[in-house]
C-alpha cells in the first residue's frame, strides 16, 4: 500500500510538472482569444496527463498477473482515480492562499481603526481564488479518459 501511494503522489508532481511546462509553452503561442489558449492548453493536458496516468502504469504492470496484487495495476489506478476525483477538487475549493488571505483579514478586523491596509489591499485579500478552466477540464477528461480505458478491469471507478 505504500509503494501504491508514493506511485500516485509521483504520478501526481509529474503531471503538476507537465502543467506547468505546457502553459509556459503555450504561452509562445498565437491564440486569437483567451478561449483558444484554454482550449489548448486543457487538450495538451489531458493528452499529457493521459499518458502519465494512464499508460505509463499499464506499461510498469505490463504482465497480467501483476495486476490485481496489492501493488498492481489494479491497486495504482484506484488511487490515481481517487486522488483525481476526490483531492484535485478540495484542494481547489481549500485553495492554500485563500485560508491565509482570510486569516489575515481575521487579524486585521481584530486591529479595527489600527489597521494599516489600504483599501486596495483589502479589496485584494477579499477576492476569490480564480477558477483554473484548463485544470478543471482535463481533471474531467481525464477522468472519463481513465475511467472507460480501465473500467473492464476496475469496474468500481465507474461509480467513483
Given amino acids: 500500500m505504500g509503494i501504491t501511494s508514493i506511485n500516485a503522489i509521483l504520478v501526481a508532481v509529474i503531471n503538476f510538472i507537465f502543467g506547468k511546462i505546457i502553459r509556459v509553452l503555450s504561452s509562445y503561442e498565437v491564440h486569437e482569444t483567451y478561449t483558444n489558449y484554454n482550449l489548448t492548453v486543457a487538450l495538451k493536458l489531458t493528452i499529457t496527463r493521459f499518458i502519465n496516468t494512464g499508460i505509463i502504469p499499464l506499461a510498469v504492470h505490463i504482465q497480467p498477473k501483476d495486476w490485481f496484487n496489492t ?16 483531492l484535485s477538487p478540495l484542494i481547489d475549493v481549500f485553495e492554500p492562499g485563500w485560508i491565509f488571505n482570510k486569516f489575515i483579514i481575521w487579524k486585521e478586523r ?51
Avoid: V
Fill in 110 to 160: 481584530k486591529k479595527g481603526e489600527d489597521s494599516r491596509l489600504s483599501q486596495a489591499q483589502l479589496n485584494k485579500l477579499h477576492e476569490a481564488p480564480s477558477i483554473d478552466l484548463p485544470q478543471s477540464y482535463c481533471d474531467t477528461y481525464l477522468l472519463l479518459m481513465i475511467t472507460l480505458f480501465y473500467a473492464t478491469l476496475i469496474p468500481i471507478i465507474s461509480l467513483l
Fill in 71 to 86: 501493488s498492481g495495476l489494479s491497486t495504482d489506478i484506484f488511487f490515481i482515480i481517487f486522488a483525481t476525483a476526490f
